[in-house]
């Protein structure tokens, strides 16, 4: 169990932050904007779970929350070997295959896709759209911090397999609400 005492160390005034080994970077570096935009999308999960939204489905939010604060420590976690141990958080294969079988049981609800779609629909809907667009951004972080320091390839898995998971879930829970707005391509000319 993480306890923290003191939040404030005065330890990244200068501009770099520690890592799982308790080496320093720099908080520019591209691992760092990777473990950011994480972060950043864990906050906007939690600004989905503030609507209302079935139990399975604020289950499986709330799951996906953990899931990314350990995608953030397996990132934060410098080396080659990307084990999983005792002292080690690294996301697993099995991790990836819950998300797929999620996808796959909302989707059998789902109409086909006629079109493009666009991100809306009822509230809860738009915040995972949003989270979905965020979840895409710290993928494209992810695979350039992956090119430059190298970074669980089952965590890359991840974060795009839940790019996919939370555009089924927008569309699945706009299903029974406003549903999808479909593109128009052209339409305002």
């Known amino acids: 169990m993480v306890r923290l ?3 404030y160390t005065r330890t990244g005034d200068a501009g770099q932050t520690g890592l799982v080994d308790g080496s320093r970077l720099s908080k520019s570096a591209p691992r760092m904007a ?4 994480v972060d950043e999308l864990n906050s906007a999960l939690g600004v989905a779970l ?3 939204l079935p139990d399975d489905n604020r289950t499986q939010l709330g799951r996906i ?5 350990d995608l953030g420590a397996d990132f934060a976690t410098p080396g080659p070997d990307f084990a999983p141990s005792e002292m080690t958080l690294r996301i697993v294969a099995s991790q990836v295959e819950r998300l797929e079988a999620e996808i796959d049981a909302m989707n059998a609800d789902l ?3 006629r079109s493009f779609i666009l991100p809306g629909g009822d509230a809860c809907a738009a915040a995972v759209h949003l989270a ?7 993928e494209r972080s992810a695979v350039a911090a992956d090119a ?3 970074l669980n390839p089952i965590g890359l898995a991840y974060i795009n397999r839940l ?4 555009f089924v879930l927008a569309r699945w829970l706009n299903r029974t609400g406003a549903g999808d707005i479909l593109w128009k391509p052209g339409s305002t000319r």
């Open 5 to 7: 005492t003191k939040i």
């Open 34 to 37: 990777a473990i950011g935009d």
């Open 50 to 52: 503030t609507h209302e």
């Open 65 to 69: 929350q953990n899931e990314l604060f």
């Open 111 to 113: 109409e086909s896709l």
């Open 132 to 138: 979905r667009a965020i979840c895409r951004r710290a």
């Open 148 to 150: 430059d320091v190298g």
């Open 163 to 166: 790019s996919d998971h939370l």
